[in-house]
């Protein structure tokens, strides 16, 4: 029997929408050891589970492995499962709960990767350092208006700069102001404190950056007050600590806090649809231009040129052709990625593209 303690749940991110979703689940395992847990680490072969209390390991049933992969999904941070503990003690993921979003990206070859599940918040965090970089920005917002999650602008480094307000203006106005920007030391616990309306007990918020970015410094800032890592520390065979790409924190006021590493190929993964909510006031110019079928390259009469900054048009036309690229048929995909296979191999590239 599943017994379901709402307000323990409630701490790791359950809601009622997920709750109802319950009910209309089949054949959950009639076992006295069964639980909803979400998922807070993805290692190789095995998952971190938390069913609010503690953490504990699990692998997942190879018949769901199966039809997750036959749906074209892979099991990511934040997902919510059934797993059923056996007679040795093991936990198995019979089943997944259908997440609330689902944040994936392209990889370069073409393949889609997990990142995270069920995000009500994406902090896009950017150091006011020479990681500034608005382009960049610009493609994290389509890769998060993919899986149509609302973003927040996180300039770190402030207390580096004399120029963090100067920045912020640039961003808010490059964004349309439709986006929250703040700037903060993501050392400083008040200053991360501004951070504040989006961290209410219960909400799930997803960092993402480039590497060096301060995403970890934030993560350990807010879920340090707490002292509670739902992370469990385990050395391989070679005893050394096994490293953990993606992982679940828990923050003193219930906010729950997924640290993605920095995504070095990010090539969102949608259709025109999200690129257009990403870029909405290019959309909006569009249809003011002189000829319906208008490319806003050097048409005359082209609203979008004479309203919009150019640079972000730039970028627009950029991750338009991106995206297409990522649009390919399986078969081509795979012609690719053998041709990159190759590519790799003949540079001796191999062992690095692992560690993506
Ligand atoms: N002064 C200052 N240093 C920061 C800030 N955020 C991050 N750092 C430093 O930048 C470096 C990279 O931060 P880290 O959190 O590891 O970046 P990550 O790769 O995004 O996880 C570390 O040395 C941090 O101490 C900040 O707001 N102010
Ligand atoms: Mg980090
Ligand atoms: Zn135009």
Redesign the pocket.
């Known amino acids: 029997m599943l017994s379901i303690q709402f307000e323990t749940l409630h701490r790791i991110g359950f809601t009622n929408a997920l709750f109802s979703q319950l009910a209309n689940m089949p054949a959950l395992p009639d076992t006295p050891n069964v639980q909803l847990m979400r998922i807070i680490e993805v290692h190789k072969g095995r998952l971190t589970l938390h069913n609010g209390e503690h953490p504990c390991f699990a692998r997942v049933l190879p018949r769901l492995i199966t039809a997750l992969e036959e749906a074209g999904y892979q099991l990511a941070v934040g997902d919510w499962v059934i797993a059923d503990n056996n007679t040795q003690n093991e936990w198995w993921i019979t089943s997944r709960l259908s997440p609330a979003n689902h944040l994936s990206r392209r990889a370069f070859d073409g393949r889609r990767q997990s990142v995270a599940s069920n995000i009500d918040t994406a902090l896009l965090?950017m150091?006011l350092d020479h990681d500034f970089n608005l382009r960049r920005l610009e493609r994290y917002i389509a890769l998060v208006a993919a899986a149509a999650i609302t973003p927040v602008i996180v300039l770190?480094?402030?207390?580096?700069v004399d120029h963090a307000h100067q920045r912020m203006d640039e961003t808010a106005q490059r964004l349309n102001h439709r986006y929250a920007v703040l700037a903060?030391?993501?050392?400083?616990n008040t200053?991360v404190q501004q951070l504040a309306p989006w961290l209410n007990s219960g909400q799930t918020l997803c960092?993402l950056?480039?590497?060096?970015?301060?995403?970890?410094?934030?993560?350990?800032t807010l879920a340090n007050a707490g002292q509670q890592t739902g992370t469990i520390r385990e050395d391989d065979s070679r005893g050394r600590h096994t490293t953990t790409s993606r992982s679940m924190h828990f923050c003193a006021n219930g906010a729950c806090i997924i640290?993605a590493?920095?995504l070095r190929t990010l090539r969102p993964d949608g259709d025109d649809d999200c690129l257009h909510a990403a870029f909405e006031d290019i959309e909006q110019w569009a249809e003011h231009c002189q000829f319906r079928n208008c490319r806003h390259e050097s048409e005359p009469g082209c609203a979008v040129i004479a309203h919009c900054n150019p640079d972000r048009v730039f970028n627009y036309h950029k991750l338009m052709r991106d995206m297409h690229r990522s649009q390919q048929t399986p078969l081509e995909r795979i012609a690719e990625r053998s041709r990159w296979k190759a590519i790799l191999k003949s540079a001796g590239l191999r062992g690095k593209q692992k560690h993506e």
């Open positions: 965090v150091g770190t480094k402030a207390d580096t903060i030391n993501a050392r400083d200053s960092l950056g480039s590497s060096g970015a301060g995403k970890s410094t934030l993560t350990n640290d590493p920095g």
